[in-house]
């Protein structure tokens, strides 16, 4: 299969690598994290002018009209700098709902606002006692007229300290943990019933703790009362992105790695010299080769229309690229020694954000169950 990327995918690729290149050096970046967002606005508005906030978009709709390769291509860039920036709750995450839940006319009214960084967009599902199942909902929505309202508690919210409008998964109908009676609803986060409590997550991001009162939803997405499958597209494609991340941050954290056994001395010569520190060094390649491989899988398995074989294809991405995180992330942490565990240096950094992305939407270990009971990627013959 060709794997090579086209012109557009190319220039695409080297506009984001350069402007981060530029704009987002580790010091800087410790600098946007001081900011009152957590975030650099200036960054986000000339993602805004590179056509980055509207990537998934329809060109009709004022957006980039870019797929699956497009979207890893910038996830890539964003785990090599290890960004702050709300690019992936907003756009991947909440534009995947609007793509696929929206209304045209909700579409219409939003997209632009989007695209043009005007709007912010998180995605409130995870309940206390949920873990990683997205059918564990206790938030509540009863209609009332012609709307819907929602009460409850959501946890770990990504960014929803600073968003503009919430997605919200509440329960219309049945019990806790029952498929069916699942409603997804867009909410406005400055409406007097929604409280935020905003705190900086382990790897510098930000998120909120977030209380609903009585709050009217603005819009309904998908059917009110079978919001699951919406749901489970809109992570499946959000895991893709998230696996392009983990290469990004994999490839960075490998790249500091060798430079730094090249140059560190130990017993007169560089500690690169020593052969089992480069047995060390090209498992680490094979753990970010093995993790880039799946990322391609992960692009092209995210428009697979069978939403079982497609949770498959994002489980087996989750279990492979969680595992190669964590060794990559442990190896850098092992042969920097010391230095690695300081704030003052990159490396640990990229380790805890490789660590939260495996926890996004479920770890390797919750996958490689969810596998096991429904029988492999592959059925046996």
């Not at 906030?53 to 785990?79: H, N, R």
């Not at 989750?318 to 230095?339: E, N």
């Not at 479920?362 to 169950?369: I, K, L």
Request: proline share 3%; charged share 25%; glycine share 12%.
């Amino acid at each position: 299969m060709d794997f090579d990327l086209t012109e557009e995918q190319r220039l695409l690729q080297d506009s984001v690598a350069r402007l981060l290149g530029d704009k987002y050096g580790f010091e800087q970046r410790k600098g946007y994290m001081k900011s009152p967002d957590g975030w650099s606005r200036e960054i986000w508005a000339q993602f805004a002018e590179l056509g980055l906030l509207g990537l998934p978009f329809g060109e009709d709709e004022g957006g980039f009209g870019g797929g699956p390769v497009e979207t890893l291509l910038v996830a890539e860039q964003i785990g090599r700098f290890i960004t702050l920036e709300p690019w992936l709750s907003t756009v991947v995450i909440g534009g995947g709902f609007l793509r696929h839940g929206a209304s045209q006319e909700l579409r219409n009214e939003l997209v632009p606002q989007v695209a043009a960084g005007e709007m912010l967009l998180a995605f409130a599902q995870v309940e206390r006692q949920s873990r990683y199942d997205l059918f564990d909902v206790t938030t509540t929505a009863k209609k009332d007229g012609s709307s819907w309202v929602i009460n409850g508690r959501k946890g770990y919210v990504v960014h929803g300290d600073s968003a503009d409008r919430l997605i919200v998964t509440a329960r219309v109908a049945g019990g806790q943990r029952d498929l069916k009676g699942i409603g997804v609803f867009l909410v406005d986060a400055k409406d007097p019933g929604v409280q935020r409590r905003g705190y900086r997550t382990v790897d510098g991001q930000r998120a909120a703790e977030i209380e609903l009162s009585n709050v009217r939803a603005l819009a309904v997405l998908g059917n009110p009362e079978d919001g699951l499958p919406l749901v489970d597209q809109v992570v499946d494609e959000s895991i893709a992105a998230l696996a392009g991340e983990a290469v990004g941050a994999m490839q960075a954290a490998h790249d500091m790695t060798i430079d730094y056994m090249k140059t560190r001395q130990q017993f007169g010569r560089p500690i690169g010299s020593f052969q089992a520190l480069q047995h060390r060094a090209a498992d680490m390649l094979v753990a970010l080769e093995q993790s880039r491989s799946m990322s391609y899988f992960a692009a092209m398995s995210a428009a697979e229309r069978n939403p079982l074989e497609r949770r498959k294809a994002m489980a087996s991405v989750k279990v492979q690229i969680g595992r190669s995180a964590r060794f990559v992330g442990q190896q850098s942490i092992q042969l920097h020694g010391g230095i690695a565990m300081t704030i003052e240096y990159a490396c640990g950094h990229y380790f805890k954000r490789l660590t939260v992305n495996d926890s996004m939407f479920g770890d390797a270990d919750h996958y490689v169950r969810y596998l096991a009971e429904t029988g492999g990627l592959v059925a046996a013959a």
